[in-house]
């Protein structure tokens, strides 16, 4: 595939809205959990899901103002052309119309957690060894 064509837009910005609406916003802290519904639904669209995926992992989904600053903020962040950055830009902009997000709650809550974890477990684990050091 070349580039993006406005069917594969349209099929995946579908699937998208069905997933956010059907499952929440929520589902936007898994993401491999997302990739992996798109990935089933749309197989034959590896280079759009990937796109769309990469979106979420850099971030870049959330940003707000000009399109054309968050396509070129994509396109360093993720080494995505311009041209694919403007499709993965532009779903996530229609897709999350309505929505309330705020990037705080989906990123630094989901990373916060994970560390908050990891701590918990080094401390059970090498609680009683860091003790008699």
Request: hydrophobic share 35%; aromatic share 6%.
């Amino acid at each position: 595939m070349n580039g993006p064509t406005e069917s594969v837009r349209q099929q995946i910005t579908e699937t998208l809205k069905y997933l956010l609406n059907s499952h929440g916003v929520s589902l936007l802290n898994q993401p491999l959990r997302l990739e992996g519904w798109l990935r089933d639904v749309h197989p034959d669209l590896r280079a759009p899901v990937s796109v769309v995926m990469e979106c979420v992992h850099t971030g870049v989904y959330l940003e707000k103002g000009a399109i054309g600053d968050a396509t070129a903020m994509f396109s360093v962040r993720g080494g995505v052309s311009p041209q694919w950055s403007d499709f993965g830009v532009r779903i996530w902009r229609d897709v999350l119309k309505g929505h309330q997000l705020e990037n705080k709650m989906l990123h630094a809550k989901g990373e916060g957690e994970m560390i908050e974890s990891s701590r918990q477990t080094v401390e059970l684990m090498l609680g009683t060894y860091r003790d008699a050091t």
